[in-house]
């Protein structure tokens, strides 16, 4: 009997093994996913568990810094991420992910030549990411209250919006925000003081510091997702924020029919273009799950879905025949030529140069 139901107990503990092997070899029905917040049509994600039965556990940030972090850590349990440019070539440099299988991704012809020469300049080759989404940073603002406090001619496409105390001190009374991104908004302001925006050069850099000084006093907050709806419900008038976010703010506000109506401008002086790059981690526990999503993503139309809902530009060419026309069709979403040589592109900081600039940035948001 005793020896029989050891037998048993042997028997069970086996079959419990043979089946977690299997499982683990086929992996989970289920991909991690973590993106960027105000990113996605969540449809996307429902249709894609409709056709493969793979759930998508899907979760939102709103800065490269805190998926650096977790990306240099290792073990964040994500499947696929989606840093910046900039930010990928440091973590791919620091093995933070795999190569893509190009046997997996089937949809790799309708990628646009254009966008994947400049994103090689973060991922040579392209071996590492696709692109999801790139745009650029600039300014968001209420037109009433603008035109209220600063009159018709009130610079609404320059940088001395914002940088201009005297303008950032008369608009505080309606609310400034600003992304808390310094890797964005330095080179904005070196852009401002006739720089070149992707100096690497710490003493250039540090000019920087008291124009954002002076402005901080009537910066209500730094922060970079909170003024999608503060501008939608009017609570602020001017955002330093990314192009689609602020076009989603002006959907909304319209959608509430509140009278709110908000606009979004390139800088003269020159804005940022980026590239949001979906990449799977090296430890992803999914990857073929990772790379069926990505995939799955790279499709024409669901590409087009996307862009259609967050108001950014994709680097998928083949899914420009889906576009609305208010998203192929406008030129703060996709640039025409003389727009574009208004945008420059940066590349990562250098570590030592990096730890300078996050100093300087605490400095900017606590004032010491
Ligand atoms: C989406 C913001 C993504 C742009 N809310 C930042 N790269």
């Known amino acids: 009997m005793k020896f029989g139901s050891i037998q048993r107990g042997a028997a069970v503990a086996g079959f419990a093994l043979a089946a977690f092997a299997t499982a683990a070899l086929a992996e989970d029905k289920v991909v991690n996913v973590y993106n960027w917040s105000d990113y996605i ?27 650096e972090t977790k990306m240099l850590a290792g073990g964040s349990g ?40 400049r994103t090689a300049a973060y991922d040579p080759d392209n071996a590492y990411s696709i692109n999801y989404m790139w745009g650029t940073t600039g300014i968001g603002y209420n037109v009433a209250k603008v035109e209220e406090i600063l009159g018709a001619d009130a610079p609404v496409d320059s940088l001395a919006l914002i940088f201009d105390p005297d303008n950032a001190e008369a608009l505080a009374e309606c609310g400034i925000h600003v992304l808390d991104a310094p890797t964005e908004i330095i080179p904005a302001a070196l852009t401002y003081l006739g720089f070149d925006p992707d100096s690497k050069d710490p003493e250039v850099i540090a000019k920087t510091e008291s124009v954002l000084m002076d402005i901080r ?19 602020i008038c001017v955002a330093f924020g990314w192009s689609g976010d602020v076009l989603q703010a002006r959907d909304r506000a319209a959608e509430a029919d509140n009278g709110v109506e908000i606009a979004y401008s390139i800088p003269k002086e020159g804005a940022l273009m980026w590239f949001d790059q979906m990449a799977i981690p090296t430890d992803a526990p999914n990857p073929d799950n990772a790379h069926a999503f990505i995939d799955y993503i790279m499709r024409p139309e669901v590409m087009a879905k996307a862009s259609n809902y967050v108001y950014y530009a994709n680097g998928n060419k083949a899914s420009q025949e889906f576009l609305n026309d208010d998203v192929i069709g406008d030129t703060a979403i ?9 945008l420059y592109s940066v590349t990562a900081y250098p570590p030592k ?15 010491q």
């Open 41 to 67: 049509d969540e449809s996307i994600l429902e249709d894609f568990t409709k056709e493969t039965g793979i759930e998508v556990r899907y979760d939102v940030f709103d800065s490269n810094e805190l998926l």
């Open 78 to 117: 994500y499947d696929v991420v989606v840093p910046t440019g900039t930010f990928l070539s440091r973590q791919i440099e620091a093995g933070a992910f795999q190569k893509l299988d190009g046997d997996k991704l089937t949809n790799g012809d309708n990628m646009w030549a254009d966008i994947e020469d």
């Open 217 to 235: 006093p009537h910066v209500q907050k730094f922060h970079s997702s909170e003024y999608i709806n503060a501008l939608a419900n009017g609570d």
């Open 334 to 342: 996709y640039p025409d030529e003389d727009t574009i040589e208004n």
């Open 353 to 367: 140069v990096n730890r300078r600039v996050t100093r300087l940035w605490t400095k900017v948001k606590t004032g």
